[in-house]
DNA sequence: TGTGCATCCTGTAGTAACTACAGAATACAG
DNA sequence: CTGTATTCTGTAGTTACTACAGGATGCACA
């Protein structure tokens, strides 16, 4: 129920509907349901997979590695072990990039916070994300 | 001093050598020194700013956005309300993504530990980045 | 019941951010 | 001093979009 044409889709998450045929021809979205006249039909299932990969490409994963994520929802036939495998790895990488996202806030709040006393900024952010 | 070639460099940053050319070419990294033979020189100043570029790559950064980040440090000249102004909208993106990759975290992290339980998880990470 | 503007279609071409390769010069280890 | 490694410039290919072009269909409104 509740179908919606492409450009509704489109609004809703945000992601151009070029994109949205782009995602489609890649395989990352599923082939949609066609009207009598050949149009695509989405449902909200398809609002929250495209809103997942958008997020997802915003937070630095490649396509690649999204269908690497979409794999573990979308087969349900994985062994324990894979699941552990796919999400271990996938858990580190996500920690290390909350890590360094967490830097960068810190030096940038710090930044704001010193320049509102009236002392000009040196150089601190380059350093923030440097081992 | 500690002068090192583009190759070190590539290693010491895990950037492609092409890639790093390709930077300098877009202006994101300075020009660098060049040896009597017209190799490029680098030091410990450039280390640390590739790393810096090459980690906000990797969390979702444009080199557009990037180019702003790093005018808030190569110039030294921004008044106090510029500087809030440019850190104010990127502390709040990078809020945004934080909360984002701590979602996935979560529900990642939850599905290995059903998993390790036995039960077979069924599918709530698309949902953990459906606001 | 027309009619005109919005939305959709396919297909192709352009852009951003790399990445790879060709062909030549220089560095340096053994 | 010779061969393998590294660098150079320049160009072409790849990934992930993004923007048309040209045509068909939908739908609000007179």
Do not use: W
């Amino acid at each position: 129920m509740n179908a919606i044409p492409i450009g509704k889709l489109s609004v809703a998450t945000d992601v151009n509907i070029e994109t949205i045929r782009y995602y489609e021809r890649e395989g990352i979205l599923p082939l949609p349901k066609r009207s009598e006249n050949g149009r695509r039909i989405y449902f909200e299932e398809d609002v929250r997979r495209l809103n997942f990969i958008h997020k997802c490409r915003g937070l630095g994963f490649s396509l690649k590695e999204i269908r690497g994520l979409l794999s573990l929802v979308d087969t349900g036939d994985f062994t324990c072990g894979e699941i552990h495998a796919l999400t271990i790895e996938h858990t580190r990488q996500i920690a290390e990039k909350i890590e360094n996202l967490r830097r960068m806030q810190e030096v940038l709040l710090e930044m704001a916070a010193h320049c509102s006393k009236g002392k000009v900024p040196d150089c601190p952010i380059i350093d923030s994300l440097y081992e």
